[in-house]
């Protein structure tokens, strides 16, 4: 570290991992002119001025927002100030997500302490082998072992194999961009359900669950979780963490992919998956099994509706789908969260799709509000206390203050 603190190899990255998001956020909040300039200064010369105009019309427009903006956003900001506000929360975010990267690194250093100590230590042993060989007696084995110093700690030739802690990180069980193992998924189960006092194992063994035995299996229910999880970008601990215990809850421990109950104004298309896709989607207003099997190119709405219950692909595939883009929201750019988060009301950008709006769940997750990944799942607040006893319950399980990405 330097004079003031840093490792000025990490401060060479700060303009690559936050992209400018300081400089940015220091001109756009504070009017700090120095940080504009150098923002600006980063962009391609053709481009430069156009730049600096659009960034001090952002700024006109930030020094316009009520100074109770943050209680109401969404009735006190105009269109423009909330496109503004959501670029700003997202690099916010970024930043923070930085800072504590160079934290969790920086409490990781003594490694390189401890390899200088032992690299000295051998040094002396060495020097002091060589010295008991010059000087040998008639009982020379036993003077070798009174003389060196090998340490109890080391190898017998006082040689130590070097692991950097960057390395030890990725043999600990943090799950962001990896999949899961068979005993990954057992052990998640069975803790999950122990959480809940169910003691089988057995997955999908309800008798409404129309699953080929060949797939109710730990090894097929792991590549199904992990194909999907690529497929959708489900790819961080705490997207994962979210997705589980929703599922979880929706699938009843695991016990089924079909909606219990003997019949629903909607039926046949009640909610079926492992985040149960419901309603035919062949109404105005609307959207649900016809615009999955869209997605997919194939089946049939009308007549192929039990296939999210009789096809472990299809039924794993659906939850990403519903989790991505199969929630139907009004029109606009940002969705307002249903509940505050640390006492705050949210924003989070919408996605269009060419005949509706949508939103990806996992955008909700990164922040780690479950209150509103519930509201997104189940429409409201059905079985509240268990969702969020269930993510906090995979937290424990993954070890998730451990996590790489943990903001």
């Not at 600006?40 to 427009?61: F, W």
């Amino acid at each position: 570290m330097d004079a003031e603190g840093k490792r000025p190899e990490w401060e060479a990255l700060n303009s690559e991992m936050t992209g400018d998001a300081e400089n940015y956020l220091g001109y756009i909040k504070d009017g700090d002119e120095a940080k504009r300039n150098a923002y600006v200064s980063k962009m391609d010369a053709s481009k430069q001025e156009s730049i600096k105009q659009g960034l001090e019309q952002q700024r006109r427009d930030y020094e316009r927002f009520p100074a109770d903006y943050k209680d109401a956003p969404d009735k006190k900001l105009a269109q423009e100030q909330l496109k503004l506000l959501g670029i700003i929360n997202g690099l916010e975010d970024k930043y923070k997500l930085w800072e504590k990267t160079k934290e969790k690194a920086t409490k990781m250093l003594w490694w390189d302490d401890v390899a200088k100590g032992l690299a000295k230590q051998s040094q002396q042993t060495e020097q002091s082998d060589t010295e008991t060989e010059k000087d040998k007696t008639e009982d020379s084995s036993k003077q070798q072992t009174e003389t060196s110093s090998t340490p109890a700690t080391l190898s017998q030739n006082g040689k130590v194999w070097f692991m950097h802690p960057i390395a030890i990180q990725m043999f600990k069980r943090c799950y962001c961009n990896r999949d899961f193992d068979v005993n990954d998924i057992e052990m998640i189960v069975k803790q999950l359900r122990q959480s809940a006092g169910l003691n089988t194992l057995e997955l999908f063994s309800k008798k409404n669950c129309k699953l080929d035995n060949k797939d109710k299996t730990y090894q097929r229910f792991t590549e199904e979780l992990n194909q999907m999880m690529k497929k959708y970008n489900i790819n961080t601990c705490i997207r994962k963490i979210h997705f589980i215990a929703q599922s979880f809850v929706e699938s009843d421990k695991f016990q089924t992919l079909k909606e219990y109950g003997e019949s629903f104004s909607y039926d046949p298309w009640r909610g079926r998956g492992i985040i149960q896709l419901t309603h035919a989607g062949n109404k105005n207003g609307t959207i649900g099994y016809k615009q999955y099997f869209n997605f997919l190119g194939k089946f049939d709405f009308e007549k192929d509706y039990e296939v999210l219950n009789s096809d472990l692909h299809i039924a794993i595939d659906v939850g990403g789908y519903f989790w991505t883009r199969g929630k139907l929201l009004d029109k606009g750019e940002y969705l307002k969260s249903s509940t505050k988060l640390n006492g705050e009301w949210q924003y989070y950008k919408k996605t269009k799709m060419a005949n509706y709006t949508t939103i990806d769940i996992n955008i909700v997750a990164d922040r780690d509000h479950v209150e509103q990944v519930t509201y997104l799942v189940n429409g409201g607040y059905n079985h509240l206390n268990e969702r969020i006893k269930y993510t906090n319950k995979l937290k424990e399980i993954f070890d998730y203050d451990e996590c790489i990405n943990k903001i």
